[in-house]
């Protein structure tokens, strides 16, 4: 007996229904992007791991999917070596690719190899799948999508101010309320510089990053296992817990961080850019805990929150300085978000936000009597069709009971029939499969009450 087939864990089949709803997510963001002049790029699945390690941290590193060596990958490795069972060391002599982990690394690597052609600053968006070995669950998958924007070659926090207003665009479209939350790593830097902890700015930033998941006692734990000590965890506190409205927070933190050159620098970067945003749709909070644990961040950071649903980051993103310079092209600067398709995808359906036009079901089916009467209807179809009114026939003169269970299975809203009485006086019946109400028309009136009730949807 044939083993029952499955798919690997932390992925996903999407069918019909599935994909036309992904698509309203597409369509959506990608709309928005060219709204505000971004253009589209695709990268290989694959990547050097040459190019993707040591790009996400150590965390990162160890959630990269590794791709063995094409042939005898085992040849060149001494026994010594195998039964040593040192599993990176192995690694890295057979496995020379990877899939990649985000969309803004082969960016980097992109705009390294592609820089004579494109033109600085340079604005492109990109939606593809990314891979990620982490533990399977609610919200969180091994395969996803992500759609990224992202700018290089400026150091305006006006790039910034307007990766703000196409998230609250974005979702302003979707109807999802979001909490849009900021940070700056380098106010995250001066907070560490002060509590006399500089050299562990990447151990407080992974710390402080789990928040919300684990708790401030879990994550004074983990700080103390990173070498901080209880005076440095102590002045902590107060400065990851601070409350109050944005101004608020920023002129307490401001006074922290007097002395502190690069903190006041992350202080007076955000002041600018939340000065800007004060007529968004959705609520913008300065969350002094945000600090986005990939090690690339520089700058500016956001994450995105749906109010609504317990989904978790559906975005986020940041300010990235240094990212091309290990790749051979120091001092080019960038900046980026990301939109998690998937989750938004999960939020969109708890919600039942998908608009009823977005599933893009077909709009009239024509019945199949016979090769007579599918020769009269294929004209007709024609210029349907050429109305852009989704429209298919049946394929087979199969029973009438088992083409209308078809339209219903598939909620067609419109069924023609076109026999010998119709098409004697060549005319066709429109059935309303809501109503049952029929009307015998023409085929120029056909197209003017199909045409009417698509603008009326």
Not at 67 to 81: H, R, T, V, W
Not at 212 to 241: C, F, H, T, W, Y
Not at 379 to 399: H, L, Q, T
Request: proline letters at 3%; aromatic letters at 8%.
């Amino acid at each position: 007996m044939a083993q029952k087939p499955s798919i690997p864990k932390g992925t996903r089949d999407f069918g019909s229904v599935e994909m036309a709803k992904r698509n309203y997510i597409f369509n959506t963001i990608r709309s928005v992007y060219e709204l505000y002049g971004f253009q589209q790029i695709e990268t290989p699945a694959q990547e050097t791991l040459q190019t993707l390690m040591g790009k996400y941290g150590e965390e990162g590193d160890k959630l990269l999917f590794k791709i063995l060596n094409s042939g005898d990958y085992l040849s060149k490795i001494a026994d010594e070596e195998l039964t040593e069972r040192n599993t990176l060391r192995l690694a890295s002599k057979i496995c020379e690719k990877g899939l990649r982990y985000d969309l803004t690394v082969p960016f980097a690597r992109y705009v390294v190899m592609h820089r004579e052609e494109l033109q600085l600053p340079f604005k492109r968006y990109q939606v593809q799948p990314v891979w990620r070995a982490d533990r399977p669950q609610k919200g969180r998958y091994r395969e996803f999508y992500q759609f990224d924007g992202d700018v290089v070659g400026s150091d305006s926090l006006l790039n910034e101010v307007e990766l703000m207003q196409i998230v609250d665009t974005v979702f302003t479209r979707f109807g999802v309320r979001v909490q849009i939350k900021i940070n700056n790593r380098k106010i995250l830097t001066g907070i560490a510089e002060v509590i006399g902890a500089a050299d562990k700015i990447v151990d407080i930033t992974v710390a402080i990053d789990k928040l919300d998941k684990i708790g401030i006692e879990n994550v004074n734990a983990e700080l103390r296992e990173d070498g901080l000590s209880e005076e440095q965890i102590q002045k902590l506190q107060p400065i990851i817990m601070l409350e109050g409205t944005n101004e608020q927070k920023l002129k307490t933190i401001a006074e922290v961080l007097k002395d502190s050159e690069v903190g006041l620098k992350g202080v007076e970067e955000t002041k600018y850019i939340l000065g800007y945003l004060t007529s968004l749709n959705n609520e913008l909070q300065l969350d002094l805990t945000l600090a986005r644990g990939l090690s690339y961040y520089t700058g500016a950071i956001f994450e995105v929150k749906a109010l609504d649903t317990p989904m978790g980051s559906i975005s986020g993103g940041g300010r990235y300085d240094n990212l091309t310079g290990i790749f051979g092209m120091p001092g080019l600067s960038g900046v980026g978000i990301s939109f998690g398709v998937d989750r938004i995808y999960d939020v969109l359906n708890a919600l039942d936000l998908y608009p009823k036009d977005s599933l893009n079901t077909t709009q009239v089916l024509f019945i199949n009597f016979g090769e007579r009467e599918t020769a009269y209807c294929l004209p007709i179809i024609y210029k349907v069709r050429a109305k852009n009114i989704r429209a298919e026939i049946y394929p087979d003169a199969a029973k009438m009971k088992k083409q209308m269970s078809y339209a219903n299975a598939k909620q067609i809203p419109y069924v023609v029939l076109a026999g010998e009485s119709e098409m004697n006086e060549g005319k066709v019946t429109l059935k309303n499969m809501q109503t049952g109400e029929q009307l015998l028309l023409t085929s120029d009136e056909l197209l003017a009450v199909l045409t009417k009730n698509r603008t009326n949807d």
